[in-house]
């Protein structure tokens, strides 16, 4: 069975630092996908980042990037110039068909 | 266009009782997904369908929970003899497919507390 594990609850940066988020996965799956998701007070998915496990090259959005190890099933976040509306859970997600999300963690920005 | 929409926001309910909650998917989406989101949890994956079937139900946890999709767009989830450990909040996305790469965009959430 596919899992995927967030080690850190919770996490706090400084304005206009850099934070990283991890994120470790398990399956015996070649082709997948695995997406960073940010979740404010709102309740509402918000999609930051997506990775193709196929394609060896780290993906990278505007301040949020991706450092993508497939032989060690690691999928981290790196939030650059971090910024007070950053705060949210974050969500690593691993899909075949469904998603599979870890237990998130807390990000906490301060002035 | 408007985005997944789903009702009721939030829904209190008496231990023992039935309810509905209800998700309108983007218009043309034709893969549907429901998932619960305990306190503290990431969501878990209840159940997806694609157009009016349902495709996997893998996800729901016993068989007071029931899902359908008469016409292929607005779905239901249905609760029998809700318990308080139904509490949570129940999240719908829809996505243009069902494969990997198509993005899941996510509803708001239905919050549902049992007394």
């Known amino acids: 069975a596919q899992t995927v594990t967030q080690s850190q609850p919770e996490m706090s940066v400084q304005e206009a630092e850099t934070v990283t988020l991890s994120c470790t996965y398990d399956t015996s799956e070649s082709d997948y996908y695995l997406f960073w998701y940010k979740q404010p007070p709102s309740r509402q998915m918000i999609l930051v980042i997506r990775q193709e496990a196929y394609k060896q090259q780290n993906a990278t959005e505007n301040r949020f990037s991706v450092n993508f190890q497939k032989a060690a099933k690691s999928f981290s976040l790196k939030i650059s110039d971090s910024q007070l509306g950053d705060a949210a859970m974050y969500f690593c997600?691993?899909?075949?068909?469904?998603?599979?999300f870890g237990t998130g963690t807390r990000l906490q920005v301060f002035p | 266009g408007a985005g997944v929409s789903q009702t009721p926001s939030n829904k209190v309910t008496e231990k023992g009782k039935y309810v509905e909650l209800r998700c309108d998917p983007i218009?043309?989406?034709?893969?549907l997904y429901w998932y619960r989101q305990s306190l503290g949890q990431g969501p878990e994956f209840l159940i997806y369908?694609?157009?009016?079937?349902?495709?996997?139900d893998s996800g729901l946890p016993n068989d007071r929970f029931f899902a359908v999709r008469p016409e292929g767009s607005v779905s239901t989830l249905k609760i029998q003899r809700t318990e308080r450990g139904d509490s949570a909040v129940y999240l719908c996305?829809?996505?243009?497919?069902?494969?990997?790469?198509?993005?899941?965009?996510f509803g708001p959430g239905t919050r549902l507390t049992v007394l």
């Open positions: 218009s043309g989406h034709t893969a």
């Open positions: 369908f694609q157009g009016t079937g349902a495709a996997d």
């Open positions: 996305a829809s996505s243009l497919g069902a494969s990997s790469y198509n993005e899941q965009f």
């Open positions: 997600a691993y899909r075949t068909d469904k998603l599979i």
